[in-house]
T-cell receptor, first 114, second 113 residues
Framework: AQSVSQHNHHVILSEAASLELGCNYS??????LFWYVQYPGQHLQLLLK??????LVKGIKGFEAEFIKSKFSFNLRKPSVQWSDTAEYFC????????????FGQGTELSVKP | DTAVSQTPKYLVTQMGNDKSIKCEQN?????MYWYKQDSKKFLKIMFS???????INETVPNRFSPKSPDKAHLNLHINSLELGDSAVYFC????????????FGPGTRLTVT
């Protein structure tokens, strides 16, 4: 069965530290990849997406992610986090020709200390 | 303007009751979805409709019945509510079911007592 795995359940960083959140998926065919963020008490917002082309994608708020097909990975990065980045981060995969459903990872809670 | 809206935002009810959650999108999208987020924040697809036609029906109890009166609305009706139904339910929409991102609503927190 297809699945998405996020390696870190809870990450705690100080402001200005660099961030990398891991995401791996299990499917050998064509996929679209997404990172969503959920701030406390709010709905999911799209951070960035990969459909095709340049495997390094840039999103909002200084986030970027790199698709490495050979590793089935789509890790999220940010060079310098801020307190306002405290949120839950979800990696998601959409598998081609499966009706558009998103398969989500378990989520990573990011806490940034001021 | 709210792109994807849900009502109510909070719903507290007793076991055995029947309740509905409404979702509306004003983005002109063709496809709408329902996701369930459990207490561990894990998100899972429940249903998807494309132009009022059901295209995804994951392993969801028959007590859950989606209804799409038009392509801008996708409602979720739940019969005989159980404690395990307590969760946050998110509606989402996308331009189509293919290579398009999904926009999520604010969620409905359902608590069954």
């Amino acid at each position: 069965a297809q699945s998405v795995s996020q390696h870190n359940h809870h990450v705690i960083l100080s402001e200005a530290a660099s961030l990398e959140l891991g995401c791996n998926y299990s499917y050998g065919g064509t996929v679209n990849l997404f990172w969503y963020v959920q701030y406390p008490g709010q709905h999911l917002q799209l951070l960035l997406k990969y459909f095709s082309g340049d495997p390094l994608v840039k999103g909002i708020k200084g986030f970027e992610a790199e698709f490495i097909k050979s590793k089935f990975s789509f890790n999220l990065r940010k060079p310098s986090v801020q307190w306002s980045d405290t949120a839950e981060y979800f990696c998601a995969v959409k598998i081609y020709n499966q009706g558009g459903k998103l398969i989500f990872g378990q989520g990573t809670e990011l806490s940034v200390k001021p | 303007d709210t792109a994807v809206s849900q009502t109510p935002k909070y719903l507290v009810t007793q076991m055995g009751n029947d309740k509905s959650i409404k979702c509306e999108q004003n983005l002109g999208h063709d496809t709408m979805y329902w996701y369930k987020q459990d207490s561990k924040k894990f998100l899972k697809i429940m249903f998807s409709y494309n132009n009022k036609e059901l295209i995804i029906n994951e392993t969801v109890p028959n007590r859950f019945s989606p209804k799409s009166p038009d392509k801008a609305h996708l409602n979720l009706h739940i019969n005989s509510l159980e404690l395990g139904d307590s969760a946050v339910y998110f509606c989402a929409s996308s331009q189509a079911s293919g290579t398009y991102e999904q926009y999520f609503g604010p969620g409905t927190r359902l608590t069954v007592t």
